[in-house]
């Protein structure tokens, strides 16, 4: 089996390219630039010329805008890449007649959830660009499953975190800040609460959902076990790092940030459907990107 894996220079495709050669799948990655295959998702002739005269079984599309603040700033290019860029993708399956097409939408499509866990069920409430274009790309994998039959699985994704993270994130700031003694931020006293997993478990889940059928059709919320507050992963952190850095609680940054954020998945869905199982604890998690930070210093 072979899988084509957009935006693949990102954090999550590095670590899922990864790990899909680790388990003996082959990948055909692809992004802007840095790859053998690179070019445009919104280039026609890139997608169904040079990307369709590949030979691949499956696609796991990971290319987006990500950065929140741009999307804002530019909701067109946000759209273009976000939307469009998929309908590109879904196309170019659908020609190749590929077994599965995952498609990476986003926890932001539930914006701040009124309850806790998060399941599939409950109701998308965006708010900035990027949530709606996440909205919009869902759409679209569902119509295409629905009257063309395209094998299509979404995933729904809380934090992720590990190598080749970019550093405004927040577990690398926190990883760079402990490993120096410098002190760490907590804006809102770090009450704010998610759910954080290393890239290599969502690789996991992307490879069950190509190798199950039950996956078809499915939309599958994914984050770690339990829930985290943004204190919690500081505190986690600089243990593990024996850092002596101060945690110093601050007031939230505005008046929208006053009310502490509190969104985590239950992934029941992906347990029973697809017998999922964490590669990595988030102690196991930490401890590998910790290690690839030192190694980057």
């Known amino acids: 089996m072979k899988v084509l894996v957009t935006g693949a220079s990102g954090m999550v495709g590095r670590n899922l390219v990864g790990y899909f050669n680790e388990k003996g799948v082959g990948t055909i990655p692809t992004d802007l630039s840095g790859w053998e295959v690179s070019g445009d998702l919104l280039d026609d002739r890139f997608v169904f010329s040079t990307l369709a005269s590949q030979d691949f079984d499956a696609i796991v599309h990971l290319a987006a805008i990500t950065e929140i603040r ?89 934090l992720l975190f590990g190598e080749y993270d970019q550093p405004t994130r927040a577990t690398i700031r926190f990883i760079r800040a402990c490993l120096r003694d410098e002190p760490l931020a907590l804006y809102n006293g770090g009450k704010d609460t998610t759910s954080p997993s290393h890239a290599v478990n969502f690789a996991k889940l992307a490879l069950s959902i190509i190798n199950n059928e039950r996956a078809v059709g499915e939309a599958f919320n994914f984050g770690g076990v339990g829930a985290v507050s943004i204190r919690e992963l500081a505190e986690t952190v600089k243990r593990l790092t024996g850092s002596k850095s101060e945690l110093r609680l601050l007031p939230p940054r505005s008046e929208l940030e006053k009310e502490p954020q509190i969104s985590y998945p239950s992934i029941k869905k992906a347990q029973t459907l697809l017998g999922y199982s964490h ?11 910790i290690d690839w930070v030192k190694m980057q210093a």
């Open 70 to 158: 741009k999307t804002i700033e530019d909701p067109g290019l946000c759209f273009r890449v976000n939307c469009v860029g998929t309908l590109n993708m879904l196309e170019l399956a659908k020609r190749k007649g590929v077994r599965r097409i995952v498609v990476a939408s986003s926890a932001n499509v539930f914006g701040a959830p009124k309850t806790n866990p998060v399941t599939e069920e409950s109701p998308f409430d965006p708010r900035v660009p990027y949530d709606y274009s996440k909205v919009v790309s869902e759409n679209m994998a569902m119509a295409f499953h629905k009257s063309a039959g395209l094998p299509i699985s979404i995933t729904r994704s809380w």
């Open 279 to 289: 590669e990595l604890t988030l102690e196991q998690g930490l401890r590998r990107t």
